[in-house]
């Protein structure tokens, strides 16, 4: 008997290639398609599998060649468009990308990838309101799939729309109960609207199916240790097998540990996660491609470019010539100096809106760029370009919802410090509040803070890069305030936590106001703004407390290495 040999057809061959795909058996998809590829080397169907095959391997190039190929011979289908874009979006064809995105709109309106994915584009472009709008549609077209509430709500999460955030994760769990990502945004929203019970309740619910899933871990933990329940937080991720995390969720357990074991008083395991936690953020650092090197050059040539001889050759502008504006307002500071505290205690006074670590302020620096390059095109502003730069501002605040006729607008983004050059330049009237801490706990707060990377915040991953950062900025500090004529105004943490009012006095003063009895209770005006978009959020919807003030006492052995670099700051701004 003999027996019969079936032999897979070609397309039974791309169905099971596109299941090894989707289900990332990516080696296995892609030697299917190089034997369909063979027998049919032009078809569009195998020319898109091996296309996606190449975007998911790294190789954006070939994909973009692949699906075009497809295209010319399939030109009406949307999802090849939608490829195509996602291709252009790897290799930084921004343009291009958003045309392949908007034909595919053209091609099929009700195609809910193109959404997905053009809202994607849309986000890193911080095209607000286009990114919204896609995830809507997407949303809309799709309301039982978690996508669109996902991306939109992780979107909002990033614009500091906590509310709203919210209000998105409610919606699809409406649409899907048991979506444990959905209720892991849902939590991360309620946390940082200072909903602590509920934030509890939600991160639950996502530990009830995913009990080791470290976004979880970390605001429950959150939540007990500001709840005061130190121990159960501490024995509950001790349990996590830490080292078998990739880098974000080693990251997240290590710096929440590490926050817990301060506040147990144990400096040593405090400060061992806290190395751990920045080391990991390190492996992200680099597979980031940030280059934290171009924030210090930055840094260093505008120390550089900044002598009194300089300074002294700019031609002179009377303040007669200059479009008057509103005296605009700064507050800076090096990081972890208590800006976001500070912060709180101005907005709550009625004449007051302060701008939340916005970047308004660049484009005026990228106007000066144009005319010199920037630090040296300051030398050559003319009144024409610094009145249009000053009427750039004031759009600018405009265009981010403040009135600057209508209130005391305080612009808050302390490493604006190292722009006070600028600053001074276009706003000569301009009033600076300074923010000022104990120089070692300014250093050790930053390296015990988890933030965002970027070039800037990416020192803060070891103690002597802190420092040697912290030595730069304040230094050229120091030379701004040296030749430079400013009106300002310092705030010291250390006195802003001992008495409020009366360490407000002399910046109350330079803004023409008074102290507001509703200044007093930062709390209630943090919870009433909606949530806190810096990673102080945490701190500052607390009663006012004095354990973070000397805390580089407790970790001084660590610290040895770069007192020595700090010493001169200490001095000079008159710390112990």
Not at 22 to 49: F, M, S, T, Y
Not at 57 to 86: D, S, W, Y
Not at 300 to 306: E, V
Request: charged share 20%; proline share 6%; with cysteine.
């Amino acid at each position: 008997m003999t027996q019969k040999t079936v032999t897979a057809t070609p397309q039974d061959m791309l169905r099971q290639a596109f299941q090894f795909f989707d289900g990332g058996k990516i080696h296995e998809a892609a030697k299917l398609a190089e034997q369909l590829r063979q027998q049919a080397p032009n078809h569009p169907d195998v020319l898109h599998l091996m296309g996606l095959i190449c975007l998911k391997t790294g190789n954006p190039g070939q994909a973009e060649k692949l699906i075009g190929l497809a295209i010319a011979q399939v030109p009406g289908k949307a999802f090849l468009h939608v490829n195509l874009g996602n291709a252009r979006r790897q290799l930084g064809k921004v343009a291009e990308a958003r045309a392949a995105y908007d034909k595919a709109v053209t091609l099929e309106p009700n195609f809910p990838g193109t959404y997905l994915n053009r809202g994607t584009l849309n986000a890193e472009e911080g095209r607000s309101a286009d990114c919204i709008s896609d995830f809507e549609a997407l949303i809309r077209l799709s309301p039982k799939d978690p996508q669109g509430y996902l991306h939109l709500g992780q979107f909002l999460l990033a614009q500091g729309d906590f509310a709203r955030a919210q209000a998105t994760y409610e919606k699809g769990l409406e649409a899907r109960p048991d979506g444990p990502m959905l209720h892991l945004g849902l939590a991360n929203a309620l946390e940082r609207l200072g909903d602590l019970e509920g934030a509890f309740a939600a991160s639950e619910k996502v530990l009830a199916q995913m009990p080791d899933l470290p976004g979880a871990l970390r605001i429950w933990s959150s939540v007990k240790r500001r709840q005061g329940d130190l121990e159960a937080a501490r024995d509950r991720l001790e349990r996590v097998s830490v080292a078998a995390l990739p880098p974000g969720g080693r990251r997240l357990i290590h710096g929440e540990l590490a926050q817990v074991y301060d506040r147990l008083g144990d400096a040593a395991d405090a400060f061992d996660h806290f190395v751990a936690q920045n080391d990991a953020a390190g492996q992200q650092l680099l597979e980031s491609g940030i280059d934290k090197s171009a924030y210090m050059s930055q840094v260093l040539a505008l120390k550089d470019s900044f002598s009194s001889d300089w300074v002294a050759s700019w031609p002179l502008i009377s303040a007669e010539e200059l479009v008057p504006v509103p005296a605009p307002v700064f507050l800076v500071g090096f990081p972890r100096s208590g800006t976001t505290l500070l912060d709180q205690f101005l907005d709550a006074h009625g004449d007051i809106e302060v701008i939340e670590e916005l970047p308004v302020l660049l484009p005026l620096r990228d106007g000066v760029e144009k005319v010199g390059g920037y630090p040296a095109g300051l030398a050559d502003l003319t009144v024409e370009s610094i009145n249009e730069l000053r009427t750039l501002y004031v759009s600018q605040l405009e265009g981010a919802g403040f009135d600057p006729h209508a209130k005391t607008v305080i612009n808050k983004l302390p490493l604006n410090i190292i722009h006070v050059g600028l600053i001074a330049r276009v706003f000569p009237e301009a009033r600076i509040i300074l923010a000022l801490r104990h120089p070692a706990d300014a250093v050790l707060s930053c390296f015990m803070q988890d933030f965002q990377l970027n070039a800037s915040m990416a020192h803060f991953l070891t103690l002597k890069d802190s420092a040697a950062l912290y030595e730069a900025v304040m230094s050229l500090w120091a030379q701004y305030r040296d030749m430079l004529s400013l009106n300002v105004a310092e705030v010291r943490y250390e006195a802003l936590i001992d008495d409020p009012k009366a360490a407000l006095g002399d910046t109350l003063s330079l803004l023409d106001l008074s102290w507001e009895e509703g200044q007093a209770d930062h709390v209630a005006h943090a919870h009433a703004r909606g949530g806190i978009r810096t990673p102080s959020y945490g701190q500052v919807t607390q009663p006012l407390y004095d354990r973070a003030t000397g805390r580089w006492q407790r970790y001084e052995t660590h610290l040895e290495g770069v007192l020595p670099r700090l010493a001169p700051f200490v001095r000079d701004l008159g710390y112990d």
